[in-house]
């Protein structure tokens, strides 16, 4: 864990504020890749992801971008409301789930939303390395659209394209017409509300992109992700214990009652965290950080939040 204190706090769009950190004895930070987050802790048991959206070269900070939700579990509104400048935070050091593909001819950049905070980095990763790329921003409103002056006076501003709902003259995103000739060394990376993430993606695997070329990183669980299910076992391959997973309890909360830790972040499937092998059974993915080549694969899982198919899973703990 990392003690960083809060250097500025800034309104960067309606419902978006900025957060710059700094660690609090001054030395520089853990160096980290475009694509990458951190884990920080809130106040007590309330731990949140935020995606790193400054420049990947910059040590002496890191900046954070947080939209205020309206379905707050408590983590947006506390950070909004509570949060201020000159507070120390708690912060884990960066890891990268999302990371660029380097080797790719060219990449397509989607962000829709907040999703613009990876997606940023990324973008002057990309600038600054010389490679072939394009940004295209989606947002409800230009009010909603965060960094957007760092955006226009950025090198790579011609090579951004706004896609704003209420804009006039329309600036439809055409996804058609933009992914029309998949390419196996071209990559596509998209970040923001599940609805358009699954819009570009879909778009993507029907013009014909492979999923290999697909990335991804959702900020919101899946809609199932706290689906109930019927009861069914666990073993760990390690002592041969059984354990009965009930209707209402998830894997880590069973685990967790017996003394056998886990690590866990975000507990919705998300962040990858707990990520663990199964040995046998086949799982029942909740998950929206697993691939569905992953998935297909039935080899992983993250216990926070799915479950099993089979009567009994066997996992590598």
Avoid at 97 to 105: D, G, Q
Avoid at 274 to 294: A, N, W
Wanted: hydrophobic share 40%; proline share 6%; with cysteine.
């Amino acid at each position: 864990m990392l003690e960083v204190i809060v250097t500025h706090k800034r309104k960067e769009a309606l419902d978006i504020c900025s957060f710059e950190l700094a660690r609090v004895d001054g030395a520089p930070l853990p160096v980290f890749s475009a694509g990458s987050h951190i884990d920080v802790h809130i106040g007590p048991g309330l731990v949140r992801q935020y995606s790193l959206c400054n420049h990947p070269e910059e040590n002496h900070r890191y900046l954070i971008g947080v939209l205020l939700d309206p379905t707050s579990r408590g983590g947006s509104q506390a950070m909004h409301d509570q949060i201020v400048v000159g507070q120390t935070l708690s912060i884990s050091e960066p890891r990268n789930l999302f990371p660029l593909e380097h080797s790719a001819a060219r990449t397509l950049l989607f962000a829709g939303g907040i999703g613009i905070t990876p997606i940023l980095c990324m973008a002057e990763r990309l600038a600054q390395s010389g490679a072939d790329f394009e940004l295209h921003y989606a947002a409800r409103s230009a009010e909603r659209a965060a960094f957007q002056a760092r955006i226009r006076e950025s090198s790579f501003a011609s090579r951004v394209h706004f896609h704003f709902d209420d804009a006039l003259p329309a600036q439809p995103l055409d996804m058609a017409t933009l992914l029309r000739e998949p390419h196996p060394s071209t990559h596509l990376y998209v970040c923001g509300p599940t609805g358009f993430m699954e819009f570009v993606l879909r778009s993507g695997r029907e013009q014909g992109w492979s999923e290999e070329t697909l990335h991804r990183e959702y900020f919101s669980a899946s809609p199932d992700v706290h689906a109930g299910g019927a009861s069914f076992e666990i073993q760990l391959a390690s002592s041969g214990d059984v354990y009965v997973i009930p209707e209402d309890q998830t894997i880590i909360d069973v685990l967790y009652e017996a003394g056998i830790d886990i690590p866990v972040s975000c507990e919705q499937g998300i962040c990858g965290t707990c990520v663990t092998r199964v040995l046998e059974g086949e799982p029942d993915h909740r998950d929206s950080f697993l691939t569905e080549i992953e998935k297909a694969r039935n080899n992983q899982f993250t216990p926070c939040c799915s479950r099993a198919k089979s009567a009994r899973l066997v996992l590598d703990i």
